[in-house]
């Protein structure tokens, strides 16, 4: 289940409805699914084609014309690399959307001069409009199995920002640089008084 937090601010949502609504008010969608089709360990083969008519109900919604799935645990060759490509602030010309199957993550959104953090894990699906300023991190456990749909068969470009809010917000989930320089800030001068 998703928690969808307001780092800035301490305001942290954890109920579905309230978070489906206030993503929706600024663009993104997210919904729950079932994970009971398939075992954890099954193929990406199985993946797909359990989970067929939903990829195809996204692809009619969205314009998406093929979906994948991706698999990335601590072993994953070049991890670091693959990672870094996504943890900064950046848009993307194509939606960027991803039912979780395993592990857990957390999208950063700038959105309306506020940054949302939303830790997707298991079940979760979440759609980021193109153009829409985000970045992307692993949890600890630095897991995450998820089909990912694509409007480009190419895949997702990302188009950086250069603005450095994203380093303000770099987390482990629940790490102290998770809650955000103000938060944190706030922390640090009640710690000294």
Not at 14 to 37: H, K, N, P
Not at 65 to 72: E, L, N, S, Y
């Amino acid at each position: 289940m998703a928690v969808l937090r307001i780092p800035d601010t301490g305001e942290k949502i954890t109920v579905e409805a309230d978070i489906r609504a206030a993503l929706g008010r600024v663009g993104i969608d997210y919904e729950r699914w079932s994970l009971d089709r398939v075992p954890a360990d099954c193929s990406a083969e199985d993946v797909l084609r359990a989970y067929g008519s939903e990829i195809e109900g996204m692809k009619q919604r969205g314009g998406y014309v093929t979906a994948d799935v991706i698999d990335v645990t601590p072993e994953t060759p070049n991890l670091e690399a693959m990672l870094a490509r996504f943890d900064k602030e950046h848009t993307h010309s194509e939606d960027e959307v991803r039912f979780i199957l395993a592990g857990r993550g957390i999208f950063f959104l700038h959105l309306e001069k506020k940054v949302y953090s939303v830790e997707v894990g298991p079940g979760d699906m979440l759609r980021v409009p193109r153009e829409t300023t985000h970045w992307f991190t692993l949890c600890e456990d630095r897991r995450i199995r998820a089909i990912r749909w694509f409007q480009d068969t190419t895949g997702w470009t990302p188009h950086y920002t250069g603005s450095g809010v994203d380093q303000g917000y770099q987390p482990l989930c629940f790490g102290p640089a998770y809650l955000g320089p103000r938060v944190e800030s706030a922390i640090k001068l009640n710690r000294n008084a």
